[in-house]
């Protein structure tokens, strides 16, 4: 999966090569959600993409629930540095 390129997420992982843990995870399925989304600009017929699209925004919907269950204050800091849920 692909990161989003802003070297302030860097201070969200755990570490330089930090992969598994769940704000990585995030920031990860957030990237390629953008990307796909610039995709659907120019391709809406796409639907397989699209399928995968739903999945990735499902997926990452459920990493949020558990990390705000976890760790209320790492939830806040990602949903801010990725200015995702308004």
Request: without cysteine; positive net charge; proline residues 1%.
């Amino acid at each position: 999966m692909s990161k989003v390129n802003d070297p302030s997420l860097n201070k969200l992982l755990k570490h330089d090569k930090d992969t598994g843990s769940s704000e990585a995870q995030i920031i990860s399925m957030t990237g390629r959600i953008n990307q796909l989304n610039e995709h659907f600009k120019h391709h809406k017929h796409d639907q397989a993409s699209r399928r995968g699209l739903i999945k990735i925004v499902g997926k990452r919907r459920r990493l949020l629930k558990y990390l705000k269950s976890n760790d209320s204050d790492k939830y806040e800091q990602v949903i801010k540095s990725l200015d995702i849920r308004g």
